[in-house]
């Protein structure tokens, strides 16, 4: 395979010596690897004519904004590299954060170098490698449909004819998805996480799981027990009404607010 690879070439860089061992490691499996540096292009449009008079059937860009934003709009499949300060610095930057947002969503892969850079990047944005993986599996597996966003009207509608709502979130503050399905008079099977335990008491308000196979267990526990339903349908209706009222959440925050409009008459 021919392919471009973008990076910042100036020498004696991190960076350099990063891209030219990349670059032999692609060679050494058979791949044609066109190396340029990023600083020598302003446009993708120049990208563009690159890849055609190069023939290039696919293409590498180390650091997330100066080689993977030259690649976007392109048709020939990319991957990133993060270099590094493209996580530590470039992403404090709003211009550049949503750049390397979109390359991220389009490029086929993402490679951090330590498990911390990862972590960075997570927290930044989206992962769009990760949500291209589920979405390929959704497509592998019978019976599983995956929706994307809706107006909050429809989603109800949606949920109501749902025999259960599952959180999987590995980390939440407050759920609203819990509440709403509570509300909506839902059961709920969720993740035993600090934020979802605060709301769902097992076996009262819904079921908590730890792991899949305890999520499997409850989920077939739910199915085949009625009275079990009931009980949590109406616990959680309940729940909802004595400690996440609309009204009273209104209330408070007016309350709250004139205390500041309090303030600024002393």
Same mark, same amino acid.
């Given at each position: 395979?021919?392919?471009?690879?973008?990076?910042? !070439?100036?020498?004696?860089?991190?960076?350099?010596? *990063?891209?030219?061992?990349?670059?032999?490691?692609?060679? &050494?499996?058979?791949?044609?690897?066109?190396?340029?540096?990023?600083?020598?292009?302003?446009?993708?449009?120049?990208?563009?004519?690159?890849?055609? &008079?190069?023939?290039?059937?696919? $293409?590498? &860009?180390?650091?997330?904004?100066?080689?993977?934003?030259?690649?976007?709009?392109?048709?020939?499949?990319?991957?990133?590299?993060?270099?590094? *300060?493209? #996580?530590?610095?470039?992403?404090?930057?709003?211009?550049?954060? *949503?750049?390397?947002?979109?390359?991220?969503?389009?490029?086929?892969?993402?490679?951090?170098?330590?498990?911390?850079?990862?972590? /960075?990047?997570?927290?930044?944005?989206?992962?769009?490698?990760? *949500?291209?993986?589920?979405?390929?599996?959704?497509?592998?597996?019978?019976?599983?449909?995956?929706?994307?966003?809706?107006?909050?009207?429809?989603?109800?509608?949606?949920?109501?004819?749902?025999?259960?709502?599952?959180?999987?979130?590995?980390?939440?503050? /407050?759920?609203? $998805?819990?509440?709403?399905?509570?509300?909506?008079?839902?059961?709920?099977?969720?993740?035993?996480?600090?934020?979802?335990?605060? /709301?769902?008491?097992?076996?009262?308000?819904?079921?908590?799981?730890?792991?899949?196979?305890?999520?499997?267990?409850?989920?077939?526990? !739910?199915?085949?027990?009625?009275?079990?339903?009931?009980?949590?349908? #109406?616990?959680?209706?309940?729940?909802?009404?004595?400690?996440?009222?609309?009204?009273?959440?209104?209330?408070?925050?007016?309350?709250?607010?004139?205390?500041?409009?309090?303030?600024?008459?002393?």
């Amino acid at each position: 395979m021919r392919l471009l690879f973008l990076a910042v !070439l100036r020498p004696h860089t991190g960076n350099a010596v *990063t891209a030219q061992r990349v670059r032999a490691h692609l060679e &050494a499996a058979g791949h044609v690897c066109i190396l340029k540096d990023a600083f020598d292009f302003e446009s993708p449009s120049e990208i563009a004519n690159l890849i055609l &008079a190069e023939n290039c059937e696919a $293409a590498l &860009a180390l650091h997330l904004y100066r080689g993977g934003r030259l690649l976007q709009g392109h048709r020939i499949p990319f991957g990133v590299i993060f270099g590094g *300060t493209d #996580v530590n610095e470039d992403a404090n930057q709003a211009e550049k954060n *949503t750049v390397m947002g979109r390359v991220l969503e389009e490029a086929r892969f993402a490679v951090a170098f330590t498990e911390s850079m990862k972590e /960075m990047a997570q927290v930044q944005w989206v992962d769009p490698v990760f *949500t291209r993986e589920v979405k390929a599996n959704v497509k592998r597996a019978a019976g599983v449909r995956l929706i994307g966003e809706m107006p909050q009207e429809d989603l109800h509608a949606v949920v109501k004819n749902c025999f259960a709502v599952v959180n999987s979130s590995v980390s939440e503050g /407050m759920s609203a $998805a819990i509440l709403e399905a509570m509300d909506l008079e839902v059961p709920v099977l969720a993740r035993n996480i600090p934020g979802n335990a605060a /709301m769902v008491k097992h076996e009262v308000t819904g079921l908590l799981f730890s792991n899949p196979q305890e999520f499997v267990h409850l989920a077939k526990r !739910l199915v085949s027990d009625p009275a079990l339903e009931k009980e949590i349908v #109406v616990n959680g209706k309940e729940y909802v009404r004595m400690y996440h009222s609309w009204q009273v959440e209104r209330d408070t925050y007016q309350q709250l607010i004139r205390k500041l409009e309090g303030s600024t008459e002393d």
